[in-house]
């Protein structure tokens, strides 16, 4: 406190508005500051095709009691076909921690290596640490072609 | 020598070394059967500047980006002169600082010597250790090969699991939603400026505190009465055992970095299956294989957040040791600390053995 003998009384409603203006000034400063810093740091959204439907291959590329990772956009996506030549098609991203996952042959699974994970070849979640099964996409068998798109 | 003389005479005339000398020349190292652990601060730090210079070096030709990041490595190691020692070096090192840190951290977590008056000291090192970690999980990533790639898939989903604030720090390690060329430039930053920059201010703080405070003593050492403590002078004795272990160290790496030279594996590719026998390095291996076991829901919580909560929440309590072992800080012994320490000891060599053989 600055001694205010014979002096001015202080005023207080004038001091308390000059507080509210300098640190409200301070604080808009410091935010105008720091709010594009963070906004940067947010990486922009891509503008990611919206895929719908793919070619995956050819019927005779994929033999019997196999399975491969097809491109669905950005997207990997595991074809397999049963030993009894059925076709199917799931997300190939793991649903416990984001590892892609492959046909295991010898197991007759759909396998995580990441954490020992295990799917049945319907996608359900049957061992290890995945929370949910694969999501299914739909196969379609045009001619020699299979296409792959997803479930609606 | 003249010349040393006048220039040494030239500086201390205006900054006064003097007080700097005679502190140098009064600093006493305390000798007693646990002096052992005072070596393995000074050799990590030792392995730090090795990782600083290696890694300066390996900048003068690395490339960060999809395409260019593994190919440049490529030809560090078979093209650039002694490129693949330099390389195995960083690596063995990055292994070898990790391990030397740890034991200086249960050193000194089982002598108490982060108790009153030392608890910034032990603050600082525990944070370097996290951003140890940190460095070993970016400059992992960096060759882009596909070991680092799913390795950094499952870390940063790790980070994205923990609720409210796990996705917004996913996406932004990531540099997106997905693990991409964004992630790999990000991690490059981190790696070579970041944690580097944190690092170094650490480190300064953690060294300034011990020269400070002086050599930590073990609470049974102290407690010996009459007889009068041991000592040895820090400069040139111990400074000398110093530099004789660095330079033991330093054979090790060049036997590991010829004999075992660090591998490159197989460019990352984000459309193949995750390989069998994926595993990350050793040093998050207990971690990874405490995942795997913990199922997949449990009671009413996912099982990963469940996981990652428990070392969250076990990394923070050891880290705050100092404040809540008010026992060690009064002078007194506290059994309870060992116990703990030698739990987690045993539980990480048990499950870094069954990720290991699994």
């Known amino acids: 406190m600055i001694p205010n003998d014979g002096m001015k009384p202080v005023n207080e409603d004038k001091r308390d508005f000059l507080k509210w203006i300098l640190s409200g000034g301070l604080l808009a400063f410091v935010g105008s500051v720091i709010y594009p810093v963070l906004a940067y740091l947010k990486p922009p959204p891509q503008g990611d ?35 009894d030549g059925q076709l199917r098609a799931f997300s190939a991203t793991c649903t416990h921690l984001d590892c892609t996952v492959q046909f295991s042959k010898d197991r007759g699974l759909i396998w995580c290596a990441c954490h020992n994970g295990k799917y049945d070849l319907s996608g359900r979640n049957v061992s290890g640490p995945p929370p949910r099964p694969l999501d299914e996409f739909r196969v379609v068998v045009q001619g020699e072609d299979i296409l792959i798109s997803k479930k609606t | 020598m003249v010349l040393l003389k006048k220039l040494y005479d030239w500086i201390d005339e205006r900054v006064q070394l003097e007080n700097l000398v005679h502190f140098l020349g009064k600093k006493y ?50 093209k650039v002169q002694f490129g693949w020692l330099i390389r195995s070096v960083h ?70 699991v923990v609720p409210v604030i796990g996705k917004p720090i996913m996406v932004f390690l990531r540099g997106g939603e997905e693990v991409t060329g964004a992630t790999l430039s990000r991690f490059f930053g981190f790696h070579v400026a970041v944690l580097p920059g944190m690092f170094t201010v650490l480190l300064g703080i953690h060294l300034i505190l011990v020269q400070r405070q002086g050599m930590s003593e073990p609470l049974g050492v102290e407690d010996a009465h009459g007889t009068p403590k041991k000592t040895m002078p820090f400069f040139p004795n111990f400074l000398l055992r ?117």
């Open chain 1, 49 to 83: 095709v919206e895929v719908s439907s793919v070619k995956a291959c050819k019927l005779n590329e994929i033999e019997k009691d196999s399975g491969k990772i097809i491109k669905f956009g950005t997207k990997p996506v595991i074809l397999i076909r049963t030993a």
């Open chain 2, 29 to 78: 190292v305390p000798i007693h059967r646990h002096s052992i652990w005072y070596y393995f601060g000074g050799v990590s730090l030792f392995l730090f500047i090795i990782q600083v210079l290696t890694g300066i070096l390996l900048l003068l030709y690395y490339k960060s980006g999809e395409e260019l990041a593994f190919e440049s490595i490529q030809f560090i190691m078979s």
């Open chain 2, 91 to 160: 690596s063995w090192t990055a292994n070898l600082f990790i391990l030397t840190a740890m034991i200086h951290m249960f050193s000194v977590y089982f002598e108490k010597s982060y108790r009153k008056p030392r608890e910034i000291t032990w603050l600082t090192g525990m944070l370097m250790f996290f951003l140890a970690m940190g460095f070993g999980f970016s400059g992992y990533l960096l060759p882009w090969n596909e070991l680092a790639f799913f390795a950094t898939k499952v870390g940063t989903d790790i980070a994205g």
């Open chain 2, 242 to 358: 110093d530099l004789l272990f660095w330079l033991i160290v330093l054979n090790l790496l060049a036997i590991l970095a010829v004999f075992f030279p660090w591998e490159l594996g197989k460019k990352a590719d984000a459309f193949a299956s995750a390989p069998a026998g994926i595993k990350p390095e050793w040093y998050f291996l207990f971690m990874f294989q405490t995942l795997k076991y913990i199922p997949a829901q449990l009671f009413i919580i996912d099982g990963e957040v469940f996981g990652i909560l428990l070392f969250g929440v076990g990394g923070l309590l050891w880290t705050l040791v100092p404040f809540w072992d008010r026992k060690s800080s009064r002078g007194e012994k506290n059994r309870f600390i060992n116990y703990v320490g030698l739990f987690i000891i045993f539980y990480m060599i048990v499950l870094t053995i069954l990720g290991w053989i699994a």
